[in-house]
């Protein structure tokens, strides 16, 4: 009874932050964010079907993320060039912020792409500029500041490939066709 009750304001509460918070996002179904989740970008967020966003994510960058992807918690996507660090004369405190109508630096139009079947793990930091093949896995604590290729787990700081996610090419194949039957018809 109490785990219905608990489910129900869940999705309430889900339904409240898609349909009246981050309405200017796009937003597939089934999506769950835990608390203290924050989206906020000066262009697009754009989050597949059936995804999790673990509690104190940050999204600080454009976004497309695929369907069945989960963030653990306390991962970050973040601009690579938020602040014009270069800017002469101007404290970084107070240089131009990537979010400002007039910010005419670098990184104005970088991104982060998340593929479908993705795992974020616990703490890691994602640069935007950076795409997420399918299928793969970042350990808990990387830092991505380069693309993942599909079906790799990648760890570390700077994150590198440490090993294929399945243990043979057949059984790779087996999980995409059966992927594909089930999640995209």
Not at 78 to 102: L, N, T
Not at 108 to 128: A, E, P, R, T
């Amino acid at each position: 009874m109490i785990h219905t009750i608990i489910s129900g304001l869940k999705k309430i509460r889900d339904l409240i932050l898609v349909k009246i918070f981050w309405r200017k996002h796009k937003i597939g179904k089934g999506f769950h964010a835990g608390a203290h989740v924050r989206l906020g970008t000066k262009n697009k967020i754009s989050i597949g079907k059936n995804c999790y966003i673990g509690r104190d994510t940050q999204v600080g960058c454009d976004v497309t993320i695929g369907d069945n992807v989960m963030f653990a918690n306390h991962v970050a996507l973040v601009g690579r060039y938020d602040h014009h660090y270069q800017q002469i004369g101007v404290p970084m405190r107070f240089a131009k912020h990537v979010r400002d109508s007039d910010y005419n630096w670098k990184g104005q139009n970088l991104k982060v792409d998340i593929n479908d079947d993705v795992w974020i793990g616990y703490g890691s930091i994602i640069l935007s500029g950076v795409t997420i093949g399918q299928g793969s896995i970042i350990a808990a604590g990387s830092v991505v500041t380069k693309d993942v290729e599909a079906y790799s787990i990648y760890a570390g700081v700077p994150a590198e490939k440490i090993s294929k996610r399945f243990n043979s090419e057949i059984e790779q194949k087996e999980h995409i066709r059966l992927y594909n039957l089930k999640y995209k018809t």
